[in-house]
């Protein structure tokens, strides 16, 4: 298994966050299962502030480059991004890549 974590920093105005995180309650069926199509397994969203936190956990062969690109073309998958693109300040049609930062590692026990 491999994972991948990314920070994102959402809008400052209290009521889009509330958007979001009540959009997130509400995932459509298509995206979890384009996501489980591409080999993502797990992917949780944190909190904290604007400041989100994601964890995404995928197989072992994953290649997050092409894996992800194939996620985007999948259906509803680009309207979703369309959509959260509003809380999160970014263009309608940023990719994954664009919007989310991977995080390197420094710490493990």
């Known amino acids: 298994m491999k994972r991948y974590c990314q920070t994102l920093t959402l809008i400052d105005n209290p009521h889009l966050i509330e958007k979001y995180i009540e959009a997130h309650a509400h995932v459509w069926p298509e995206v979890i299962a ?3 199509e591409v080999g993502i397994l797990d992917m949780q ?5 604007r400041q989100l936190f994601m964890i995404m956990d995928t197989v072992d062969d994953f290649d997050f480059d092409r894996d992800m690109a194939r996620l985007a073309t999948l259906p509803r998958q680009a309207e979703w991004e369309a ?3 509003q809380f999160q300040g970014c263009a309608a049609g940023a990719s ?3 919007k989310w930062q ?3 590692r420094i710490f493990q026990s």
């Open 102 to 104: 991977r995080m390197e």
């Open 96 to 98: 994954s890549a664009e």
């Open 45 to 49: 969203i944190y909190r904290h502030g």
């Open 34 to 36: 384009g996501q489980r």
């Open 83 to 85: 959509y959260v693109s």
